[in-house]
């Protein structure tokens, strides 16, 4: 499998070779110390030619802060560390332009985009990035809080064959057992309508309280029974631990890897998404591990599905195989159910590790039985008390649902990206992620390439409760900012959570 750490979005490969004797595909391990940094600059037009200021251009993941172009229509972003990223060129009601954008590890490197950036009302065409040096100048210092090691990086020999072909049959299994619990569907929680930030400032691992604690690129988040908040601090290869004060401490996880153990003795790689079962236990979608894990309330963290080894495979425990899981929701007996994005299929795991699937098999999107369902990246997932499984999708940008029978059907939104409120394939989305069952009967969604908090009724009807353009705002809902949030979690005492990726921070609604 060919994998960058965060990429998010297709393509994903993997590499065949011909079958016989095992072949040695050149996999290493980068240990260089030495991070140089990248630049990255543009130019950003509409479609009469004109300049547009004002714009904003970010990259995801997020490594640097998102910059506006000036009345020139240029913008220059900077100190980005080596990697895969994709450029977000964004202006209040143009449709965005994304363009993959790829910095390599070599000292004072620039990635110019060979022709101006065009935003318009509809699709938008751009050309591929050209990579080329910049004059010598010396080399940044490394950033205050990188992540702990870097990840291994697969590589292939010429002759490697690269396809998208599924490596295992879809096979459906049943869900969840109706609950007798009704969902309420009206009123949805009441909001007086206020953002701040509970914990977090800029990038780092620190533990604290409010703006003395860190992050790096938190993309998880869920509550305890006990009104705990976890979060996957993906970047740091962390779990935290958050209060209601706001005081930051580490649960579990220290340095990228796959180990169990307790406290910092535990690694995890990339962990996103989290959820709490009915004795407070923790599971986490340890994407970069491939693998599912369990993290007790004092830190005890082990493997409940997943080696380490990307795949496909239904079984028990470690003989089952994941590929880049996103997502995760958890009932309260400790069934799991994982948005398995790299594998586009929708997983069940019982208490006992046995992981099977339940919909989904290549990349498309095709409604109906489960068995002949697709998904394009499935992102987030949660379960209502029925049974029913809600899916977030990036690359339909739609939300999906999944009845205790197995039919597959889309609630909210369409294949084509939009900010649009409305009903069902009226509303529209942009590579949405994070998504929550609410007490209140109502799906709460993070709409990450839009920055913002959406709210689905039971008949997909989908509302803007805040959020605009990315940015850092604090305030009243109407004019608070976020910054690709990631994940968010609704408590029954009536606030939201929110993991807000790019601005390292945690934030609540209220």
């Not at 079958?19 to 630049?39: C, E, H, M, N, R």
């Not at 580490?250 to 990228?256: C, H, Q, T």
């Not at 369902?373 to 977030?392: C, N």
Request: aromatic share 6%; with cysteine.
């Amino acid at each position: 499998q060919v994998y960058r750490p965060f990429y998010q979005v297709p393509p994903r490969r993997s590499v065949t070779v011909t079958a016989g004797a095992p072949q040695d595909l050149g996999i290493t391990k980068l240990t260089s110390t030495v991070a140089y940094f990248g630049k990255v600059s543009g130019v950003v037009k509409d479609v009469q030619g004109l300049p547009l200021d004002g714009a904003v251009a970010q990259l995801d993941p997020p490594v640097t802060d998102s910059q506006f172009t000036d009345a020139t229509g240029k913008f220059t972003l900077d100190r980005i560390l080596p990697g895969e990223y994709q450029l977000t060129i964004a202006a209040g009601g143009l449709k965005p332009v994304i363009v993959p954008v790829m910095v390599d590890n070599k000292p004072n490197f620039t990635v110019t985009l060979p022709e101006a950036i065009t935003l318009t009302k509809g699709s938008a065409k751009t050309e591929p990035p050209v990579i080329k040096p910049l004059e010598p100048v010396p080399a940044a210092p490394p950033p205050s809080a990188p992540p702990a090691s870097a990840p291994p990086t697969p590589t292939a020999p010429a002759s490697a064959t690269v396809v998208a072909t599924p490596v295992a049959t879809t096979v459906a299994t049943p869900l969840p057992a109706p609950s007798s619990a009704a969902p309420k569907l009206s009123p949805p929680v009441a909001l007086k309508g206020e953002v701040s930030t509970l914990a977090g400032s800029k990038v780092g691992g620190a533990n604290g309280k409010g703006a003395s604690a860190q992050f790096y690129a938190p993309g998880g988040i869920a509550l305890a029974p006990d009104g705990v908040i976890y979060v996957a601090d993906t970047g740091s290869n962390r779990i935290r631990k958050v209060m209601a004060d706001g005081m930051v401490t580490l649960l579990a996880g220290m340095n990228a890897g796959l180990a169990d153990g307790t406290g910092q003795a535990a690694q995890f790689s990339q962990p996103e998404g989290l959820g709490v079962d009915a004795k407070g236990n923790l599971y986490v979608a340890d994407s970069g591990n491939c693998a599912i894990r369990v993290v007790t309330p004092t830190g005890a963290v082990t493997t409940l599905a997943g080696d380490g080894t990307p795949g496909a495979n239904d079984g028990v425990g470690k003989a089952a195989r994941f590929t880049f899981p996103k997502g995760l929701a958890v009932t309260p007996d400790g069934t799991v159910f994982v948005a398995d994005q790299g594998n586009q299929r929708i997983r069940k795991i019982t208490p006992d590790g046995t992981v099977s699937t339940v919909a989904g098999s290549s990349s498309g999107y095709v409604e109906g039985p489960a068995s002949a369902a697709k998904f394009w990246d499935p992102s987030g997932i949660t379960v209502s008390p029925d049974g029913t499984l809600y899916v977030t999708e990036l690359g339909n940008h739609c939300i999906r649902k999944i009845t205790p029978s197995g039919t597959v059907s889309t609630l909210a939104g369409s294949p084509t990206q939009s900010t649009n409120d409305g009903i069902g394939a009226a509303a529209g989305f942009s590579f949405p992620e994070g998504i929550h069952y609410g007490h209140d009967g109502y799906l709460y969604v993070a709409d990450t390439n839009h920055h913002r908090i959406r709210r689905v009724s039971a008949a997909g009807e989908v509302v803007t409760l805040g959020g605009s353009w990315f940015g850092m705002v604090d305030g009243k809902l109407g004019d608070a900012k976020f910054g690709t949030p990631g994940a968010l979690v609704l408590a029954k005492t009536g606030e939201i959570y929110v993991a807000d990726t790019s601005n390292h921070r945690v934030r609540v609604i209220r």
